[in-house]
Structures are given as structure tokens and as C-alpha cells.
């Protein structure tokens, strides 16, 4: 086996098992909500793995992998993750208290739409070179307003406690 073999991406078989198994237990998932018949421990079973055949689409390669699907992949990857970070920032600083699953069902979801948006509508912001500005102050400052935030709202749940 090469090096150049391994890679963090499965197969693209594994992205067409990963939507068959995720929509299996989406539909699982709905008629055990309609029905009413399901406990609690089979809907949290039923939705880790919808997640767990999220998580198999998402990290798959497809079949005619080329750099142009790679720019997407990164793009969306990034697109993906700053959603995921916002989101887990708001939850924090409002205190909405949402179950973390719900965050990785979402942006595995999220990536998934985008990133086949973008195959479909190809846009050209994607490839497009350009010079990078240097936003590196205002990143900085930014991430210790909300470093700042988050420490001030643990503090204050732990010394209510």
C-alpha cells in the first residue's frame, strides 16, 4: 500500500450507502414520532445513526473526484464549519441549551445541500484567485470578544451553582 493511498475520504460507494442508511432511518425516525409508539432510547438510536450515515456521505470521495470538486469540498467544508461555530456560539451565549447531536445532524446536512448546490450551479467566486486581504486584527479581536463572552457566561453559571 502507498502512502498516497491513504486518505481521510472513503470510497464514492460509501456516499450512496451513507444516503440509502440516512434516509432508512430518517423515514424510521418520522413514523416512530408519528406513531408515538417509540421510547426515548430507540428515537436517540434511531438518530445516531441517521448521523453516524450522515457522517459516511459527507467524508466520501466521488466517483470522478477532480480539483474542481475538491475546490467545492473545501469551500463547503469552510462555509460549513463557520456555520457550525456560529450556531454553537449563539447556543452558548443565549443559553438555548440545544443538544450537541442536533448541531452535527444539521451542519453535516448543511454541507451536504451546499455542497451539491454548488455542483449543480458551479459558481466561479470559488475559483477564483484573488489577493488575499489581511483580515487578521479584526479576526483576532473578534475571537477575544467571543473568548471573552463565553468565559464571562461560565462564570456566571458557575457562581450561581
Known amino acids: 500500500m502507498k502512502l498516497s493511498d491513504l486518505s481521510g475520504l472513503g470510497s464514492y460507494h460509501t456516499k ?13 425516525e418520522v413514523i416512530l414520532k408519528i406513531r408515538g409508539v417509540a421510547d426515548e432510547q430507540l428515537l436517540k438510536a434511531a438518530h445516531l445513526f441517521f448521523l453516524l450515515s450522515l457522517f459516511w456521505a459527507v467524508f466520501s470521495k466521488e466517483k470522478g473526484d477532480d480539483e474542481r470538486l475538491q475546490a467545492i469540498r473545501y469551500f463547503t467544508f469552510k462555509i460549513t464549519l463557520q456555520l457550525f461555530v456560529i450556531a454553537a456560539a ?3 451565549i443565549r443559553g438555548y441549551e440545544i443538544a450537541p447531536v442536533y448541531f452535527a445532524t444539521g ?3 448543511g454541507y451536504l445541500i451546499i455542497y451539491y448546490f454548488c455542483i449543480i450551479v458551479d459558481p466561479k467566486f470559488i475559483y477564483r484567485e484573488r489577493t488575499r ?3 487578521g486584527p479584526w479576526v483576532m479581536a473578534l475571537t477575544a470578544l467571543i473568548f471573552i463572552a463565553v468565559a464571562i457566561r461560565i462564570f456566571n453559571e458557575i457562581s450561581t451553582l
Open 16 to 28: 450512496k450507502l451513507g444516503l440509502i442508511v440516512a434516509s432508512v432511518y430518517l423515514i424510521l
Open 90 to 92: 449563539i447556543d452558548l
Open 107 to 109: 451542519s453535516l446536512t
Open 133 to 135: 486581504e489581511n483580515h
